[in-house]
């Protein structure tokens, strides 16, 4: 069974850093795309980033572009996105999310405010 | 990047009928290897998103056949052929063809 598992939210402050985590298991990560996605509250579903098999190509939604790194250990079945810089725009719950973005975890609660 | 418009944004719908949301892209979501990158979703009250149709008409794992994808190049259309109370929700298709991936606006559907 696929099971992604998020982590690293919190409650930070504009201009923080976070970085979240997400584990898989249950398919071969290493043949996978993975991809962030989140939803702030009150408003629809918005892609974040991509990061494909090898790590080499990596692509990004513009308003994260130079504040957001997607990364990835196979070794360890892990996605990151270290987030910084952060604003209240980017108040939202993030999720991990398989290949063309197929399987999701349960998400994790980003909350940007002073 | 590719632009997605879902219409309409809300929906309100007696069980045991039919309802259908509209996904247009502003390019052809077909690529080169002969598939059409369009998904739909449903984002249930409290719950992630979970994946419905994939390619356009592909149910995913799991996924009920009163639910059905069509369409080609830049329309698209999400049937359900008789809603029940457990498909209330936010619907949200979207493209995979090219980064950014992108998603529709979404259309929130009730039961009356």
């Known amino acids: 069974e696929v099971q992604l598992v998020e982590s690293g939210g919190g409650l930070v402050q504009p201009g923080g850093s976070l970085r979240l985590s997400c584990a898989a298991s249950?398919?071969?990560?290493?043949?996978?795309?993975m991809n962030w996605v989140r939803r702030a509250p009150g408003r629809g579903l918005e892609w974040v980033a991509l990061?494909?098999?090898?790590?080499?190509?990596?692509y990004y939604v513009d308003s994260v572009k130079g504040r957001f790194t997607i990364s990835r250990d196979n070794a360890k079945n892990s996605v990151y996105l270290q987030m910084n810089s952060l604003r209240a725009e980017d108040t939202a719950v993030y999720y991990c999310?398989?290949?063309?973005?197929?399987?999701w975890g349960q998400g994790t609660l980003v909350t940007v405010s002073s | 990047d590719i632009v997605m418009t879902q219409t309409p944004l809300s929906l309100s719908v007696t069980p045991g009928q039919p309802a259908s949301i509209s996904c247009k892209s502003s390019?052809?979501?077909?690529?080169?290897?002969?598939?059409?990158?369009l998904n739909w979703y449903l984002q249930k009250p409290g719950q992630p998103p979970q994946l419905l149709i994939h390619?356009?008409?592909n149910r995913f794992s799991g996924v009920p056949d009163r639910f059905s994808g069509s369409g080609s190049g830049t329309d698209f259309t999400l049937k359900i052929s008789r809603v029940e109370a457990e498909d209330v929700g936010f619907y949200y298709c979207?493209?995979?063809?090219?980064?950014?991936?992108?998603f529709g606006q979404g259309t929130k559907v009730e039961i009356k």
């Open positions: 999310a398989t290949d063309r973005v197929q399987r």
């Open positions: 990061i494909k098999e090898d790590g080499r190509e990596k």
């Open positions: 390619e356009v008409s």
């Open positions: 390019q052809s979501l077909l690529f080169s290897d002969g598939e059409t990158y």
């Open positions: 249950g398919f071969t990560f290493s043949s996978s795309w």
């Open positions: 979207m493209q995979t063809r090219q980064p950014p991936w992108t």
